[in-house]
């Protein structure tokens, strides 16, 4: 059986510098406000290495608060700072890019919408740069039902698929005559979405590795399952034989959270199938 790895996979470079940033602050003093990724192999090796991880800033009250890949609100940087707790910020720079086109829109009396998931914490922190005005849509229902405005603003997800993306705005540009487009969507997301796709049209099983908390994986996997039969796991001992009777080629894919040495293992597995 052929094992065929995607082009693009794995580690994006906001993810490198965020892992490289907590290990230079690895001291057991230093905590990231959430998981640093979405990728819970990662977050317990860097637990391991001396960076914990707390959901809530009230529990701590010294050391260092690592602000994660995914952003955070202004009044997130505020809290931290009136608590005298040493900030790191991690935040990728897509991420604090969409956060300052949202932000510049909203200030400019745009009705801002961001394209994306509505409990993705990149999605929350980019909300709240707009000082809570503007409206997450999600759907193509969503975008159908959204009223008119004098001014629309529109910036997306990092990680949102750029297909879903295009359909959405389809359904915007009849809500107003000025619209400001700022397409947000990160370079590597659309690499390893359309490396997975071309992938998967040639293999007879695709398997797609990230964290099941991982949107970006989550929708490669998704992606994937269009072209060939599919499977999500986290790690290589998920795998199971039965998957591979009759294959001939497997395609592997990963998110951009999903660490080198997690693919590697899985690679090395399916070659022994």
């Known amino acids: 059986m052929e094992v065929i790895l995607a082009e693009y996979l794995g580690f994006c470079y906001g993810v490198k510098r ?7 602050h690895a001291n057991g003093k230093s905590c990231t406000l959430g998981p640093i990724i979405h990728n819970p192999q990662m977050v317990e090796r860097l637990k391991n290495e001396g960076v914990g991880v707390t959901e809530n800033l009230d529990s701590m009250d010294e050391g260092t608060i690592i602000i994660r890949s995914h952003g955070v609100g202004p009044q997130t940087y505020e809290k931290i700072k009136s608590k005298g707790l040493n900030l790191v910020d991690a935040t990728c720079t897509h991420v604090k890019r969409a956060q300052r086109s949202a932000k510049e829109l909203a200030e400019a009396g745009y009705s801002v ?6 409990n993705h914490p990149e999605v929350k922190s980019i909300f709240e740069w707009t000082d809570g005005k503007a409206v997450i ?3 193509e229902t969503e975008a159908e039902n959204f009223a008119q405005c004098s001014k629309l603003g529109i910036v997306s997800q990092t990680t949102i698929a750029a297909e879903h993306f295009k359909r959405i705005v389809l359904h915007l540009l009849e809500k107003s005559k000025d619209i400001r487009i700022l397409r947000t969507i990160c370079t590597a997301t ?3 979405q359309k490396a997975a796709i071309e992938l998967a049209a040639n293999v007879d099983v695709m398997i797609v590795v990230g964290g099941r908390n991982s949107a970006n994986t989550t929708k490669l996997a998704k992606l994937c399952e269009t072209k060939c039969k599919t499977y999500h796991i986290e790690t290589a001992e998920e795998i199971l034989p039965e998957w591979f ?3 001939k080629k497997v395609g592997i894919t990963a998110g951009a959270s999903t660490p080198d040495w997690i693919i590697r293992e899985v690679q090395i597995k399916c070659q022994m199938m």
Do not use: F, M, P, S
Request: glycine share 4%.
């Open 245 to 247: 009777n009759q294959c």
């Open 137 to 139: 849509i999600e759907t």
């Open 190 to 192: 659309e690499q390893r």
């Open 113 to 118: 919408v961001i394209i994306g998931e509505k």
């Open 18 to 24: 965020a892992i490289k940033i907590a290990k230079k």
